[in-house]
Nanobody
Framework: QVQLVESGGGLVQPGGSLRLSCAASGRFFSVYAMAWFRQAPGKQRELVAAISSGRSTNYADSVKGRFTISRDNAKNTVYLQMNSLKPEDTAVYYC???????????WGQGTQVTVSS
């Protein structure tokens, strides 16, 4: 069983920045691949960024160059640094990992990010 708790969302003006955090339970965090997804009203949930246990990263085209995913294994935490935010980044952001045999998906409760003037 893995529990994920996101924090750091809020209201920010266009062009601003936010840093999201996702704290994970479990002794094996360092081997988890972690990902951030987002879901805007009326839209499907989409992958934003992912980071492997080896710290390889990948990003959605829409956030490349603006968002950075990172992890601190000592703190069992993954981060999403979001810069140059746009109104279209408004969504609920979710942290996700996959663990177990057979693999199961674990999701956090989500954190709201609103980009508006």
């Amino acid at each position: 069983q893995v529990q994920l708790v996101e924090s750091g969302g809020g209201l920010v003006q266009p062009g601003g920045s936010l840093r999201l955090s996702c704290a994970a339970s479990g002794r094996f965090f360092s081997v988890y691949a972690m990902a951030w997804f987002r879901q805007a009203p009326g839209k499907q949930r989409e992958l934003v960024a992912a980071i492997s246990s080896g710290r390889s990263t990948n990003y959605a085209d829409s956030v490349k160059g603006r968002f950075t995913i990172s992890r601190d294994n000592a703190k069992n935490t993954v981060y999403l640094q979001m810069n140059s935010l746009k109104p279209e980044d408004t969504a609920v952001y979710y942290c996700k990992t996959q663990w177990g045999i057979p693999p199961q998906d674990y999701w956090g409760q989500g954190t709201q990010v609103t980009v508006s003037s």
